[in-house]
């Protein structure tokens, strides 16, 4: 069974910093590319970047509105995909989703919330 | 970017209806088209891939098609459980777009 689980977020301050972190159990992880996606509050999805796999360079690809200031990694040996997030907005508050590759399998969703 | 339009935005079905969403692409996305289903306070599940394909567990009633740049979703019978809010996703090109989602209440 696929599992993924979010934990790092919480309250920060405007132009603040924060990692979320993602642990995946239950299936192979090195074979897989990961996502992240976000959800304002009573707003839809919003996919914001992936990470490919060791193959493919751990490459990444980003949503405009958060290119240049998050920043997704991936550990294998820790079977872990991270979010770095900087100079954080107002608008980034959400809950974040680690999803596996095709979004075949979803993190219950860590909230972060951006407010001074 | 593509944009992934969905209609309505949200409808009332009584229990036994069959119910349809629509997904307009701004561009063509041949099959590279996935629905989702969050229903109240939980995470999205994967319904649907590659337009027709249905996820594992999903029941029947739940059929998608389309190709190209229009696509649908439809429950051939609605049942209470199925209250919720569906979204599309393109995964044809980046960055990845859903559609601003359908909420669909029960009469």
């Known amino acids: 069974e696929v599992q993924l689980v979010e934990s790092g977020g919480g309250l920060v301050q405007p132009g603040g910093s924060l990692r979320l972190s993602c642990a995946a159990s239950g299936f192979m992880f090195t074979d897989y590319y990961m996502d992240w996606v976000r959800q304002a509050p009573g707003k839809g999805l919003e996919w914001i970047g992936r990470?490919?796999?060791?193959?493919?360079?751990?490459?990444?690809e980003y949503a405009a509105s958060v290119k240049g200031r998050f920043t997704i990694a991936r550990d294998d040996s820790k079977n872990s995909v991270y979010l770095q997030m900087n100079s954080l907005k107002s608008e980034d508050t959400a809950v974040y989703y680690c999803?596996?590759?095709?979004?075949?399998?979803w993190g219950q969703g860590t909230l972060v919330t951006v407010s001074s | 970017d593509i944009q992934m339009t969905q209609s309505p935005s949200a409808m009332s079905a009584s229990v036994g209806d069959r119910v349809t969403i629509t997904c307009r692409a701004s561009?063509?996305?041949?099959?590279?088209l996935a629905w989702f289903q969050q229903k109240p306070g939980k995470v999205p599940q994967r319904l649907i891939y590659t337009v027709s394909s249905l996820q594992s567990g999903v029941p029947s009633r739940f059929s998608g098609s389309g190709s190209g740049t229009e696509f649908t979703l439809t429950i051939s019978s609605l049942q209470p459980e199925d209250l919720a809010t569906y979204y599309c996703l393109q995964e044809k090109s980046y960055p990845r777009t859903f559609g601003q989602g359908t909420k669909v209440e029960i009469k």
């Open positions: 561009q063509g996305i041949s099959t590279y």
């Open positions: 999803v596996r590759d095709k979004f075949s399998g």
């Open positions: 990470t490919r796999d060791k193959t493919n360079s751990y490459t990444t």
